[in-house]
């Protein structure tokens, strides 16, 4: 079973930046695919981006082009780049395990979750 943490969060401006990591333990992530998702207050979590084990990259529509997902296999570590923020990226960040070595988007096919870090987007 794979460990997540998630940490990054906190509170930016809105046009700032913020770089969200998962670290990793248990096992290994390096034939893991990786995922990121969000939640914000009174919606469904959504996914956000992953990566594969081959670090091939998925985005939603909403992020491409201002957040940018990376993996360091020999930190067992993900993390999120997220530039250009906007009010409407406020939300819990999640870092999601899979061991289906690609990238899916659904949330079902992800075993290992993080407990969430907060970001916050202000005007």
């Known amino acids: 079973q794979v460990q997540l943490v998630e940490s990054g969060g906190g509170l930016v401006q809105a046009g700032g930046s913020l770089r969200l990591s998962c670290v990793a333990s248990?096992?290994?992530?390096?034939?893991?695919?990786m995922g990121w998702f969000r939640q914000a207050p009174g919606k469904e979590r959504e996914f956000v981006a992953g990566i594969s084990w081959r670090s091939n990259t998925n985005y939603a529509d909403s992020v491409k082009g201002r957040f940018t997902v990376s993996r360091d296999n020999a930190k067992n570590t993900v993390y999120l780049q997220m530039n250009s923020l906007e009010p409407e990226d406020t939300a819990v960040y999640y870092c999601?395990?899979?061991?289906?070595?690609?990238?899916?988007?659904?949330?079902?096919?992800?075993?290992?979750w993080g407990q969430g870090t907060q970001a916050t987007v202000s005007l």
């Open positions: 248990g096992r290994a992530i390096n034939t893991y695919a």
């Open positions: 999601a395990a899979s061991p289906r070595g690609e990238v899916p988007t659904a949330e079902a096919m992800y075993r290992s």
